[in-house]
C-alpha cells in the first residue's frame, strides 16, 4: 500500500554500510528525507546521489537528516568508493527490499519501458560511467522504481512520492526548499 502526506512513517532499524544501527524513530526532532533507490549500479540513481551530494555543505547545516536504501546489500554498497563517499549520510543496502515494501515502494515494467524510450537513458548512462560503479546481482530488480519521502519532526509523511519512471524523483529544488537549504 502507498503511503500519503499525513500518514506517519513507518519505523525501521537497519544498519547502513559502516554497521551502524539506524532506526528512523531515532531521529524525531528532525526532518528527515527517505530515498529508496535501486541498486549500486544504477546510473540514475547514481546520478542523483551525485546531484544530492553537490548540495551536501549545505544539506549539513540544516536540521534535516538523508537517509538512502538502495536494493542492494551493504557489502556491494560498500565495494564502491562512490558510495562510500555519500558519508556522513546512512546509506542502507536493504537487498530483500523489507523497508520497500513497508513504504509501499514497487516494480513497473511500464516505468522502464518509458525509461528506455527517453532521451534521459543514455545521458544518465553517459554521466555514471566515469563513477566506476560495480556491478550489480543477477538478482537486481530490472524494474524497481524510486521513492522520496520528506518527513517532518513529529515522524508524518509530508510528501510521498512515486517514480513514474526510473529517473523520477523529487526535484532537487523541492528537496532543498524542504530541508531549508534553498538559496
Not at 34 to 53: A, D, E, K, T
Amino acid at each position: 500500500m502507498k503511503l500519503k502526506a499525513g500518514d506517519t512513517a513507518p519505523d525501521f532499524t537497519a544498519k547502513d554500510i559502516y554497521g551502524k544501527d539506524v532506526k528512523l524513530s531515532d531521529y524525531k526532532g528532525k526532518k528527515i528525507i527517505l530515498g529508496f533507490y535501486r541498486n549500486v549500479s544504477c546510473p540514475f540513481c547514481n546520478r542523483r546521489i551525485h546531484q544530492i551530494m553537490g548540495n551536501n555543505v549545505r544539506l549539513k547545516a540544516t536540521n534535516t537528516e538523508l537517509i538512502f536504501l538502495f536494493e542492494s546489500t551493504n557489502k556491494k554498497l560498500s565495494e564502491s568508493v562512490f558510495h562510500q563517499g555519500i558519508s556522513p549520510f546512512p546509506l542502507i543496502g536493504d537487498s530483500e527490499r523489507a523497508i520497500y515494501q513497508q513504504y509501499g515502494v514497487g516494480n513497473s515494467m511500464l516505468g522502464v519501458m518509458k525509461t528506455l524510450i527517453s532521451s534521459s537513458f543514455f545521458k544518465a548512462v553517459r554521466d555514471t560511467k566515469e563513477l566506476n560503479l560495480p556491478k550489480e546481482d543477477k538478482d537486481a530488480s530490472t524494474s524497481l522504481m524510486p521513492a522520496d519521502f520528506f518527513i517532518d519532526e513529529n515522524l508524518k509523511i509530508v510528501r510521498a512520492h512515486y517514480g513514474t519512471h526510473l529517473d523520477d524523483h523529487v526535484p532537487i529544488e523541492d528537496l532543498k526548499a524542504f530541508a531549508g537549504a534553498s538559496y
